[in-house]
Nanobody, 125 residues
Framework: QLQLVESGGGLVQPGGSLRLSCAAS????????IGWFRQAPGKEREGVSC????????YYADSVKGRFTISRDNAKSTVYLQMNSLKPEDTAVYYC??????????????????WGQGTQVTVSS
C-alpha cells in the first residue's frame, strides 16, 4: 500500500518547538516534491512549506518564514518540518503530500499524487 505517514505532532506551549516527520510507505520519496500543509478549524487549507526533489529549492508561507525549516533525508525516505517559535495561530492539523510536479504547483495549487492522514499540532499555554 502506497501511503504517507505523518508523526511528531502534539501539544506545545507558545514559543516551543516541534519536529514533524513524513515517511513514505511502499514507495520512495526521492523523485517527488514534498510539501507540508495545515488546516485549522473553520479555515482554508494552507501550503506551509515545500521542498524540491532535485535542487533542494524550498517554498515557505509568509506566516512561517524564519520559524519553520523543511528538510529531506532521501536515504530514510523521510521529510521533516522543524517548527520553532510556535504561536497559537500555528494550531492545526498538519498534512504532508508528495507530487511529481513542481514546488509551486504543490504548495500553491495543491497538485499532489499522495496525501497523508495528518497529525495534530496544538500550541497553547
Amino acid at each position: 500500500q502506497l501511503q504517507l505517514v505523518e508523526s511528531g505532532g502534539g501539544l506545545v506551549q507558545p514559543g516551543g518547538s516541534l519536529r514533524l516527520s513524513c515517511a513514505a510507505s511502499g514507495f520512495t520519496l526521492d523523485y517527488y516534491v514534498i510539501g507540508w500543509f495545515r488546516q485549522a478549524p473553520g479555515k482554508e487549507r494552507e501550503g506551509v512549506s515545500c521542498i524540491s526533489s532535485s535542487d533542494g529549492s524550498t517554498y515557505y508561507a509568509d506566516s512561517v518564514k524564519g520559524r519553520f525549516t523543511i528538510s529531506r533525508d532521501n536515504a530514510k525516505s523521510t521529510v521533516y518540518l522543524q517548527m520553532n517559535s510556535l504561536k497559537p495561530e500555528d494550531t492545526a492539523v498538519y498534512y504532508c503530500a508528495a507530487s511529481g510536479t513542481t514546488v509551486q504547483a504543490l504548495c500553491e495549487l495543491f497538485m499532489h499524487d499522495y496525501w497523508g492522514q495528518g497529525t495534530q499540532v496544538t500550541v497553547s499555554s
